[in-house]
């Protein structure tokens, strides 16, 4: 791409992507580059960015191997067009370039969830490669309000990071009319996506009713939408942090046997079989034995004795991260809050039903049983 000056624009961006990219590489240990691109004004702007900073004399990005990685969900009609433009124009700022076709299926989270699962599955396959993302400051304010929406907690206002794990979002910190500026600079033309002006989708009417609410109540709302996040975060991180400490301090109590020592306080709802924490019969349909290997290395029993003394924003992360790690997955506020009753206003509850398996109390402990994955059916020509 053209050697010409940049303007302060672009300059601003080139030096967030290179900051926080560099810092990625260095904290992951990768040794490639590689940027989600659509072809819209975001993703656009990013591989002009990284072209500029990759193929500079000098500077932290100067020389490393970098891609423009194109996904093609076939969900819209002329998908394949709008990837094979996106792929000329990373091809013309002098980028490698890769075009993945995928398959998205439905999982019940709805089309954009499912979409963002299977674009994200396909930008990190390749090992040793940190992924760039277009996400500003503006696509922040709009997780932010989705949140709030939704009714979520603190984890879910946090919004997005600028980077977590091998995903970098170095442009959360501009905002949306900067890479539309930028690409105007660099004399680049963007794809304009038609979903982000469709109601029928939540971010759609998401991204509108913002600018209608920046226009009512002043310049600066999506800014402090985006500083609500940054505070989230730190209060999130530290309950996180608090809770696995304490998660670990409780799971050393249990036995290798997978038992906890009994407490003399928390009456046992059965006889000896119960007692000693060993199935009286077989299992439902569907889930693993009681005294048969959790999903994880984790033990899947958590010893109750204190559990109920916790401060309920600490106790409902406790239990969420004992049933990650046990098997459970895409877990809800309201299945923490029922396995929570479990612990503060025990009434002889039966199991609780989550997803990835069902807990109840068990004498002295609560036990996670995970969900039996069916065994895969026999080809028919191995069928005797």
């Not at 309000?145 to 600028?162: D, F, H, K, N, Q």
């Not at 009286?280 to 004795?305: E, V």
């Amino acid at each position: 791409m053209s050697r010409r000056a940049l303007s302060p624009t672009c300059l601003s961006l080139v030096r967030a992507l290179e900051d926080q990219t560099a810092a990625a590489l260095a904290e992951t240990g990768a040794s490639r580059i590689s940027l989600g691109l659509s072809g819209g004004p975001d993703s656009l702007a990013l591989a002009a960015a990284l072209a500029w900073a990759t193929q500079r004399r000098d500077g932290p990005l100067a020389g490393r191997p970098a891609q423009a990685h194109v996904v093609d969900h076939g969900l819209q009609a002329g998908s394949a067009e709008v990837a094979a433009a996106a792929v000329r124009q990373a091809a013309q700022l002098g980028l490698a370039t890769r075009l993945s076709r995928v398959t998205v299926r439905p999982s019940g989270a709805g089309p954009e969830a499912d979409a963002r699962r299977a674009r994200l599955a396909a930008l990190l396959d390749q090992p040793a490669t940190v992924v760039l993302l277009g996400h500003t400051l503006d696509d922040q304010a709009e997780t932010v309000l989705l949140g709030l929406a939704r009714g979520s907690g603190p984890r879910s206002l946090s919004g997005m990071a600028v980077r977590q794990g091998r995903l970098v979002r170095p442009w959360l910190g501009h905002r949306r009319s900067d890479t539309e500026r930028a690409c105007l600079d660099w004399g680049l033309r963007p794809w304009r996506d038609p979903t982000n002006q469709d109601p029928r989708y939540a971010r759609s009417r998401l991204r509108q009713g913002l600018a209608e609410l920046e226009d009512r109540l002043g310049p600066g709302l999506a800014q402090a939408l985006a500083r609500t996040a940054q505070l989230c975060a730190q209060d999130a991180d530290l309950l996180d942090q608090l809770a696995d400490q304490e998660l670990d301090r409780r799971l050393a109590q249990v036995d290798p046997g997978g038992g906890a020592a009994a407490d003399p306080t928390i009456p046992l709802p059965g006889g000896p079989t119960e007692a000693g924490l060993i199935s009286a019969g077989p299992a439902p349909t569907g889930l693993a034995p009681a005294g048969s290997a959790p999903a994880s290395p984790i033990p899947a029993r958590l010893p109750l004795a204190g559990l109920s003394d916790l401060h309920p924003a600490l106790l409902g992360r406790v239990l969420l991260a004992w049933l990650r790690r046990a098997g459970g997955r895409d877990l809800k506020a309201a299945q923490i809050d029922a396995v929570a009753r479990l612990v503060t206003d025990w009434r002889g509850q039966s199991h609780i039903a989550v997803a990835g398996g069902r807990v109840r109390r068990l004498g002295p402990v609560l036990e996670f049983q995970p969900l039996v994955e069916p065994e895969p059916a026999a080809p028919p020509s191995a069928v005797r």
